[in-house]
């Protein structure tokens, strides 16, 4: 009895060392691998994570002209184009924490003739307000930049690695000024209060720098 019970300790001694060796194995093939995923091709897997997204983009919409008993246009469309920032490319991984504030928004305000206080602050907030898939979304910048800031953005396109996009977005042309603007209605850019109205109206899919109709007979339907 006493040499089975040695052997048998013996056996199970031979068993729980073959495991310790399996299982220490297989832990350091997974360190393994998790070092060469996640330190020497981190950077690599990360950069292709963040093209690997699908990316929501708002079009403006094209509002019909209006025109007279006689066929004459009385108000119609123009070319214009505004400027985006899309927060979650505003800072690359390198770079360190505040990089898009300190580096990338000062540029940006420089090329397009931002130098309003309160106008700047408005748009790093919005960026700073950002979280999660939220970051993934653009929001307005500038409205209808002047030809002048556009060729001086786009000279400088490669200073914002993807964060910014230029949006082809028509604007009202009122051919007569404000000759019968009662009846046409305009077009405002929406305010921090409007849109606080909206939110808790529960109207989603508006931002800042979108324009909605103000008076007159297309007050009623608004529309960016």
Same mark, same amino acid.
């Not at 009895?1 to 399996?22: E, N, P, S, Y």
């Not at 606080?196 to 008076?215: N, P």
């Given at each position: 009895?006493?040499?089975?019970?040695?052997?048998?300790?013996?056996?199970?001694?031979?068993?729980?060392?073959?495991?310790?060796?399996?299982?220490?194995?297989?832990?350091?093939?997974?360190?393994?691998?998790?070092?060469?995923?996640?330190?020497?091709?981190?950077?690599?897997?990360?950069?292709?994570?963040?093209?690997?997204?699908?990316?929501?983009?708002?079009?403006?919409?094209?509002?019909?002209?209006? $025109? #007279?008993?006689? +066929?004459? &246009?009385? =108000?119609?469309?123009? *070319?214009?184009? /505004?400027?985006?920032?899309?927060?979650?490319?505003?800072?690359?991984?390198?770079?360190?924490?505040?990089?898009?504030?300190?580096?990338?928004?000062?540029?940006?305000?420089?090329?397009?003739?931002?130098?309003?206080?309160?106008?700047?602050?408005?748009?790093?907030?919005?960026?700073?307000?950002?979280?999660?898939?939220?970051?993934?979304?653009?929001?307005?910048?500038?409205?209808?930049?002047?030809?002048?800031?556009?060729?001086?953005?786009?000279?400088?396109? $490669? #200073?914002?690695? +993807?964060? &910014?996009? =230029?949006?082809?977005? *028509?604007?009202? /042309?009122?051919?007569?000024?404000?000759?019968?603007?009662?009846?046409?209605?305009?077009?405002?850019?929406?305010?921090?209060?409007?849109?606080?109205?909206?939110?808790?109206?529960?109207?989603?899919?508006?931002?800042?720098?979108?324009?909605?109709?103000?008076?007159?007979?297309?007050?009623?339907?608004?529309?960016?």
């Amino acid at each position: 009895m006493i040499v089975g019970k040695q052997a048998g300790g013996r056996d199970f001694t031979l068993r729980f060392v073959l495991l310790t060796v399996l299982t220490s194995t297989a832990l350091l093939v997974l360190i393994g691998r998790l070092y060469h995923l996640q330190i020497q091709r981190g950077d690599e897997y990360k950069e292709k994570g963040i093209e690997n997204f699908v990316k929501e983009t708002r079009q403006p919409a094209d509002r019909g002209m209006i $025109l #007279d008993n006689r +066929g004459r &246009i009385l =108000v119609d469309n123009r *070319p214009s184009y /505004n400027v985006t920032l899309t927060p979650a490319f505003c800072q690359p991984p390198a770079p360190p924490k505040g990089y898009c504030v300190n580096e990338i928004l000062p540029k940006l305000f420089n090329y397009l003739g931002i130098d309003d206080a309160e106008e700047m602050q408005r748009i790093i907030e919005q960026y700073r307000r950002a979280k999660g898939l939220e970051r993934f979304r653009d929001f307005t910048v500038k409205v209808d930049v002047d030809l002048d800031s556009l060729d001086r953005l786009e000279a400088n396109r $490669l #200073d914002f690695a +993807g964060a &910014i996009d =230029v949006i082809a977005a *028509p604007h009202r /042309n009122y051919r007569q000024g404000t000759l019968a603007a009662h009846v046409f209605g305009y077009m405002n850019e929406i305010s921090a209060e409007e849109l606080a109205d909206f939110e808790r109206e529960g109207t989603r899919g508006y931002q800042l720098g979108d324009y909605i109709a103000g008076a007159g007979w297309s007050a009623s339907s608004r529309a960016t």
